[in-house]
């Protein structure tokens, strides 16, 4: 049997007015240390992002939401946060931040494989 391995995992939300706190689940990040994974699987769905919030820059948020691929990747393509070292990168992701692009706090469990953790949290948070 394999062992459980400590992670972490945060909401990605779309907030289009911060000042309203109102947003949209659209994926999750999820870091484990011990099988090296920082990984996010996000989807978004247009037509309930624009029954919830009118005018919203479908185009921005698909750059927003890519540019944490890009880092959680860890290439150079993520810029100098993603050449930072993994519990770095998904710290900085994770951080609080009032902009459309937002996560919730952090939260910990335990599994035993972390991408079918992934998956799992996404499909009860977001799909």
């Not at 062992?3 to 990040?29: Q, S, T």
């Amino acid at each position: 049997m394999q062992d459980k391995h400590l992670f972490e995992y945060a909401v990605i939300r779309v907030v289009p007015r911060v000042e309203r706190e109102e947003f949209l689940n659209v994926g999750v990040i999820l870091y484990c240390a011990a099988e090296g994974f920082l990984q996010t699987k996000c989807a978004l769905n247009e037509q309930r992002l624009n029954a919830c919030f009118a005018n919203v820059d479908v185009a921005e948020l698909k750059e927003r939401l890519l540019a944490f691929e890009k880092v959680c990747a860890g290439r150079a393509q993520g810029g100098p946060i993603g050449q930072l070292p993994i519990a770095s990168r998904f710290r900085w992701l994770t951080a609080a931040r009032s902009t459309i692009v937002q996560t919730s706090p952090v939260h910990p469990g335990m599994c035993n494989d972390a991408k079918e953790t992934l998956e799992k949290l996404y499909e009860q948070l977001v799909a």
